[in-house]
């Protein structure tokens, strides 16, 4: 039971997180679109690190590297350099992989249902559903329109982080419910 308060504590306070976040969207589009480009150029250039890394060392140790983790190691040093240096292509490129990414997640939410409708109220579970088709439907829509994807991204992006939050609060809540 404690672990379950715990984790209910640490959920509230990530759904409050991204309920500011989404506010903070909201108000200053272009911001989150440049910040969230530099995000992406940063971690696709320590993962690149990461990979060259990796390779290094299990040649050391085994002889045999793993050839994929230098290629992929490489490749996302270089779109890493490539954004942080040219932040309107990343943009571009932002826009283009997020509708993937929005579908990726929405994906994965939708696995988590068995497991929500065993430790939550089904009202809940129905919440998570919903808004996880609703962004599937998004998802889709943007990689058919990629001129809606370019317009709203921002705007998308804030009602999700809003959506994403208030659903992190309610399964915080549920979690925190001791009657469950």
């Not at 039971?1 to 989404?22: H, N, P, Q």
């Not at 959506?163 to 979690?175: Q, R």
Request: proline share 3%.
């Amino acid at each position: 039971m404690k672990s379950r308060k715990a984790v209910g504590r640490g959920e509230f306070i990530f759904g409050v997180l991204l309920i500011i976040l989404g506010i903070y969207t909201f108000i200053r589009p272009s911001a989150a679109l440049e910040g969230a480009t530099l995000i992406y150029g940063v971690f696709a250039l320590m993962t690149g690190i990461m990979d060259i890394a990796y390779y290094i060392k299990i040649e050391q140790r085994t002889g045999f590297p793993p050839a994929i983790s230098l290629v992929s190691g490489i490749i996302s040093v270089i779109a890493g350099v490539f954004i942080l240096f040219n932040i309107v292509a990343g943009e571009w490129a932002l826009l283009i992989l997020f509708p993937i990414w929005f579908i990726m997640h929405c994906i994965g939410r939708l696995s988590h249902l068995p497991f929500v409708r065993l430790t939550c109220v089904s009202g809940y579970y129905y919440f998570t559903m919903a808004v996880n088709i609703i962004g599937l439907i998004l998802g889709f829509t943007m990689i058919l329109n990629p001129v809606l994807s370019f317009l709203s991204a921002s705007y998308i992006i804030a009602i999700y982080l809003l959506i994403l939050g208030i659903d992190s609060v309610i399964f915080s809540l549920a979690l925190l419910d001791s009657r469950n």
